[in-house]
Nanobody, 125 residues
């Protein structure tokens, strides 16, 4: 069992930055592929970014590529999402997720085994 707790959300003006953190406890953090997803009101939960073990590979949704950066610190059992040049359409609840059985489908929410409670990000125009 893994517990995930996100933090760092808030309200920011368009063009601003936020850094989300997701602290993990439980089983060995380094064995998990970690992802960030987001869900806006009335919409499905969408893939944002994923980082594989030791940070070897990272993947991003086209909508955030070049603006967001995912990273991990296995010593702190924490994954981060640095969000720059934020836009109003980035407004959503952001969730981190852990995948222990990675099969390459980094963009599929159903492939992730554990989820945090989410943190709200609001970008005003």
């Amino acid at each position: 069992q893994v517990q995930l707790v996100e933090s760092g959300g808030g309200m920011v003006q368009a063009g601003g930055s936020l850094r989300l953190s997701c602290a993990a406890s439980g089983r060995t953090f380094s064995t998990y592929v970690m992802g960030w997803f987001r869900q806006a009101p009335g919409k499905e939960r969408d893939f944002v970014a994923t980082i594989t073990w030791t940070g070897t590979n990272t993947y991003y949704a086209d909508s955030v590529k070049g603006r967001f950066t995912i990273s991990r610190d296995d010593a702190k059992s924490t994954v981060y999402l640095q969000m720059n040049s934020l836009k109003p359409e980035d407004t959503a609840v952001y969730y981190c997720a852990a995948d222990h059985r990675y099969r390459g489908n980094y963009y599929l929410a159903n492939d992730y085994d554990y989820w945090g409670q989410g943190t709200q990000v609001t970008v005003s125009s």
